[in-house]
């Protein structure tokens, strides 16, 4: 049992981390060209990590079974939907989830045209 609160000792440790890297990255900081480049690797790289964690806690096919897939869509779900717009570098995270998003809510710059890198279609 130490095992298992130690493993989720260091699971929600990560988590911090990730998240205070995440604000400090795509939140705070200016670098606009940064932003684009680091943020698919970035929601990629946390779907693998929460993936790996997940199934080494639960070690059991069933979860596999269902760890997996509602991972790779959630990763796919944030691939399409959150983005860095090229004009004023405002992190962006549309919430409805079937539309859209065209143009930045910040600035009103066109997306299609500022931030090609980070558009998934």
């Not at 130490?2 to 989720?8: A, D, G, R």
């Not at 790996?52 to 269902?66: I, K, N, P, T």
């Not at 691939?79 to 405002?90: A, D, E, P, Y």
């Amino acid at each position: 049992m130490e095992n298992q609160e130690q493993l989720f000792f260091w699971f929600m440790a990560v988590w911090v981390g990730i998240g205070l890297i995440g604000i400090w990255l795509f939140q705070f900081s200016k670098d606009i060209e940064r932003k684009q480049r680091l943020i698919r690797p970035f929601i990629i790289g946390t779907g693998i990590l929460f993936a790996g964690f997940s199934l080494y806690m639960m070690r059991s096919l069933d979860g596999a079974l269902f760890i997996i897939p509602a991972v790779g869509l959630v990763t796919w779900r944030n691939l399409r939907n959150m983005k860095i717009c090229g004009s004023c570098g405002k992190f962006l995270n549309n919430a409805a989830i079937w539309t859209k998003m065209e143009y930045c809510s910040k600035c009103g710059a066109s997306l299609s045209d500022t931030n090609p890198k980070s558009m998934l279609h």
